[in-house]
């Protein structure tokens, strides 16, 4: 099982806070500015667990709103 998996089912109740914080915790801290850069401008499947982890990293948030009915348009497209 891949670590984030392994994190992931370990957990007694998952939210989509604890799915971005386990992504969070598997990339180095010098690579967590980056992780934006890494994924994108491409439509494509994910690859492997590093790119799902720098995926939610970088537009978790944008989709954490879009799930919670965000009103505010502009952050749910990640503008503010």
Sequence with gaps: MSEFCDRI???????????IETAVALIPPDQLQTAK?????RI???????????YLVAFGE???????????KETARGIA
Excluded: C, M, Y
Aim: charged residues 30%; proline residues 0%.
């Design 62 to 72: 944008i989709h954490r709103a879009k799930t919670k009915g965000n009103g505010n």
């Design 37 to 41: 850069a890494r994924v994108s401008g």
């Design 44 to 54: 494509r499947l994910l690859n492997s667990e590093s790119e799902l982890n720098d």
């Design 9 to 19: 089912s370990r957990l007694d109740v998952i939210s989509f806070d604890q799915i």
